[in-house]
């Protein structure tokens, strides 16, 4: 017999019209803060940054591809990956559905990683996807925009993630001595990318948009670590489902490797 509280059509609806106006109120201040979002102030950008694409290299600009705006999704798969972040994966599985109607609506989309270009045209590949996917590789793009740092930065405690300076990587965690799988959740993530909690941690995941203006482009936007968490959309369903997040630790993976075992 379940232990989940149990009443009548009437029970349940009354306390699905209480729940109905918080519902309604965390509509109300989401709408207010992507007002905000939108009342930032913008930040010229004038180095020129270039990419690897299926188009062959292209800069920022030729990344709105003809468009006024642009949403990048800074995605972790670094030049030592040999797959790309599953949570990363995961967010991206609802890419393809998404970015068509972002063009007709002049917003450009683009995943933005610093492994070489064949590593992620093999790996999109594999996973069936159609989006727009460039890399970064041998660019300060990644660094410039706080989703990439270096082995120094991580052991001396001079990462600065999400606006916040993280502490020093503790030296155990920082070699490759430690194997993937032994460090816990981070530990896992980074098996499935074949490498290791240090390596796997200096690429970050993000979001980050920007405008193109009388031939100026302009930095309008960034959002990291659970602020990306309103694009996962496996996320957005699992909060309507009756057991929740249901969580004990890390449950997903690539979605052609559930039932591998």
Not at 58 to 67: E, V
Request: a negative charge; charged letters at 25%.
């Amino acid at each position: 017999m379940t232990t989940h509280t149990t009443g009548t059509r009437h029970d349940w609806l009354a306390a699905r019209i209480d729940l109905l106006e918080a519902e309604k109120e965390l509509t109300r201040r989401s709408d207010e803060v992507a007002r905000q979002r939108q009342e930032l102030p913008w930040v010229r950008i004038d180095k020129d940054y270039r990419f690897d694409t299926d188009a062959g290299s292209r800069s920022l600009a030729d990344l709105f591809k003809g468009r006024s705006q642009l949403l990048v999704y800074h995605f972790m798969f670094g030049p030592d990956y040999t797959a790309g972040c599953p949570s990363c994966s995961s967010i991206a599985d609802g890419f393809n559905g998404v970015t068509v109607h972002l063009e007709n609506h002049d917003v450009a989309f683009s995943a933005v990683s610093r492994a070489p270009l064949a590593k992620l045209q093999a790996f999109k590949q594999r996973m069936g996807w159609t989006f727009d996917w460039a890399s970064s590789f041998g660019s300060d793009f990644n660094a410039d925009f706080n989703v990439w740092f270096t082995e120094q930065q991580q052991r001396d405690g001079g990462i600065e993630y999400n606006y916040r300076r993280e502490p020093p990587m503790l030296e155990a965690m920082s070699t490759r001595a430690q194997p993937a799988g032994h460090e816990g959740p981070e530990g896992l993530l980074a098996g499935m990318t074949g490498t290791d909690v240090a390596t796997y941690t200096r690429d970050r995941p993000g979001v980050s948009g920007f405008v193109l203006e009388d031939g100026v482009i302009y930095h309008t936007y960034s959002s990291f670590a659970r602020g990306v968490d309103s694009i996962w959309g496996v996320y957005q369903w699992l909060d309507r489902a009756p057991k929740g997040r249901n969580e004990n630790g890390i449950w997903w993976r690539h979605h052609d490797s559930y039932g591998r075992g």
